[in-house]
């Protein structure tokens, strides 16, 4: 199994740290490619940096296409480009958001997303609304560092994070925690320890991990885009 990673920003500097990540959750016999955008914007933290990068996600995924790979994960919660990319290739496609709130939805009643600023509030909201499940998702909160700043301390991360998954679990607005951002990298087996310290014996589900398995899953299973859902784009002239 053949399983591509777009990291859906300009530049390589978070290559190797993402595929390091992948591989670690992905079965040993899945082979991993990690590539990024020849156009685009440094990070996604708002509608208009996800406008910026579709062009070059959808230039990723026709190369995916072309490639024969069996599987693409968009990392990203905010799901870029996601349904486009549906339409014009015949293999499974996720970003962050779907498969990690679907996978927490098994586990408890009350979803928490956790996530990295005030800009994204909306766009996770509208996403929830999209896919019918903002009434399953008690809170949304953020621990007020950008994406860019992910690759610190994790200290400062993981104490942010756990302030607020906290704060969430005894507001009751959550019994099971989302981490709301791709780049929270290698920090929910850390989370989880530090609720359960606290009395919390609480799920904490890194996009990551549920966008990596669920792809694995799908392609097992032989499962690719509807094609009543996402059919494919009528010809005519595009200015690309």
């Given at each position: 199994?053949?399983?591509?990673?777009?990291?859906?920003?300009?530049?390589?500097?978070?290559?190797?740290?993402?595929?390091?990540?992948?591989?670690?959750?992905?079965?040993?016999?899945?082979?991993?490619?990690?590539?990024?955008?020849?156009?685009?914007?440094?990070?996604?933290?708002?509608?208009?940096?996800?406008?910026?990068?579709?062009?070059?996600?959808?230039?990723?995924?026709?190369?995916?296409?072309?490639?024969?790979?069996?599987?693409?994960?968009?990392?990203?919660?905010?799901?870029?480009?996601?349904?486009?990319?549906?339409?014009?290739?015949?293999?499974?496609?996720?970003?962050?958001?779907?498969?990690?709130?679907?996978?927490?939805?098994?586990?408890?009643?009350?979803?928490?997303?956790?996530?990295?600023?005030?800009?994204?509030?909306?766009?996770?909201?509208?996403?929830?609304?999209?896919?019918?499940?903002?009434?399953?998702?008690?809170?949304?909160?953020?621990?007020?560092?950008?994406?860019?700043?992910?690759?610190?301390?994790?200290?400062?991360?993981?104490?942010?994070?756990?302030?607020?998954?906290?704060?969430?679990?005894?507001?009751?607005?959550?019994?099971?925690?989302?981490?709301?951002?791709?780049?929270?990298?290698?920090?929910?087996?850390?989370?989880?320890?530090?609720?359960?310290?606290?009395?919390?014996?609480?799920?904490?589900?890194?996009?990551?991990?549920?966008?990596?398995?669920?792809?694995?899953?799908?392609?097992?299973?032989?499962l690719t885009p509807s094609r009543?859902t996402y059919m494919a784009p009528?010809?005519?002239?595009?200015?690309?």
């Open positions: 199994m053949h399983l591509r990673v777009i990291l859906p920003v300009i530049g390589d500097g978070f290559i190797e740290h993402v595929r390091t990540e992948v591989e670690a959750w992905a079965l040993p016999t899945t082979t991993v490619s990690v590539v990024s955008l020849a156009r685009g914007t440094a990070s996604i933290e708002s509608e208009y940096d996800e406008a910026l990068s579709a062009p070059g996600i959808l230039d990723r995924i026709e190369e995916c296409a072309v490639d024969g790979v069996d599987g693409v994960f968009i990392t990203c919660f905010g799901d870029p480009g996601v349904h486009a990319a549906r339409e014009i290739i015949d293999a499974p496609v996720v970003g962050g958001f779907e498969p990690a709130v679907l996978t927490a939805l098994s586990l408890g009643e009350k979803v928490g997303i956790i996530t990295v600023l005030p800009n994204v509030l909306p766009m996770i909201r509208g996403l929830a609304r999209r896919y019918d499940v903002d009434n399953r998702i008690g809170t949304i909160r953020v621990v007020d560092i950008p994406v860019l700043g992910l690759d610190g301390d994790d200290g400062i991360l993981l104490d942010r994070l756990e302030e607020q998954a906290v704060s969430a679990i005894e507001a009751g607005e959550a019994d099971v925690i989302i981490l709301g951002c791709t780049g929270m990298l290698g920090v929910a087996d850390a989370l989880k320890a530090r609720l359960a310290g606290r009395g919390f014996v609480v799920p904490v589900v890194d996009p990551t991990a549920a966008a990596v398995t669920w792809i694995e899953s799908s392609v097992r299973m032989g009543l009528p010809a005519k002239a595009r200015n690309l």
